[in-house]
């Protein structure tokens, strides 16, 4: 079971690299884009560019940022509960949001099927748009696996106190 935890961790910071790569893209672009636009020559595409970006880059982080605790929590309310209703919580919300964002993820494999079989692509640059929402399901699977990482050290923790 080890094993496959690194390899979560492993694929859930390669994620976090990527998103960051896509936030340096986003600025990058849009700077070129704004002086392109002062000369009068605008990066053609440059809005589909930067929101595919954007879309990857939240999604990308999502799985990191919940390894990590790094979402925003009601720490006023949980730190006047015990160690052990603290992980019965845990466990509850960790259950639900993998089973969300397990649905969540086989139902956008659904969709990108749906859009490669459509032949659906963007507007100006024609670009595939089933591969970004390939990438974002994938993105949340890792994040369903991340969360039931979570519920399974709150059962730990439930036992343990």
Known sequence: MDRIWKVVGFLSRALKRGGAVCLVGM?????????????????????????????????????????TNGHIGVELLMRRLSNRTRAIVDACTGTMGCL??????????????????????????????YMIVFAVAAAFMILSVVIFKGVIDAFGRMRNK
């Open 27 to 67: 600025a990058a672009l849009t700077c070129v884009d704004v002086v392109g636009r002062f000369f009068k020559y605008p990066v053609f595409g440059s809005v589909e560019l930067v929101t595919f970006m954007g879309v990857l880059a939240v999604a990308a982080a999502l799985p990191f940022t919940h390894e």
């Open 100 to 129: 969300l964002f397990g649905v969540v993820a086989w139902r956008m494999v659904v969709f990108a099927i749906d859009l490669r079989q459509s032949g659906e692509v963007s507007m100006n640059l024609q670009l595939p748009e």
